[in-house]
């Protein structure tokens, strides 16, 4: 018998690179930060600041020193709202349609583009 691997083919994840978000959920629950990278295919983002792990280093010629190094770790994106500026609260996404016929997003909120 053999085994098959699925596959997803449609990865969407609501936040992009830069976008500033919310942790909702987890030992970073209500801090904000800056999305830094987004991993679509894994539905993770990783996020400035928010859940820092200890990574033990051999020296090398890039970090000849070596040492325990703090860096940032993946965050599932289920576990971050998008954080609107304009009415300072976290926020789902809607969709506006443009004049132009291009879509925008917007907060559900306050209706301020994102």
Do not use: W, Y
Not at 43 to 68: A, C, F, L, W, Y
Not at 69 to 89: D, Q, R, T
């Amino acid at each position: 018998m053999e085994v098959t691997k699925i596959h997803m083919a449609n990865h969407k994840v609501h936040v992009r690179k830069g976008d500033t978000v919310l942790v909702i959920t987890g030992k970073n629950a209500g801090k904000k930060g800056k999305v830094i990278s987004v991993m679509p295919e894994k539905s993770r983002v990783v996020i400035e600041g928010i859940n820092i792990v200890k990574r033990h280093t051999k020296p090398s010629q890039k970090i000849p020193q070596g040492g325990i190094l703090e860096k940032e770790a993946p965050v599932h994106s289920s576990n971050v709202m998008l954080f609107c500026n304009k009415c300072g609260s976290p926020t789902r996404i809607g969709k506006k349609l443009l004049d132009n016929g291009e879509k925008d997003r917007v907060c559900k909120k306050c209706g301020e583009a994102i």
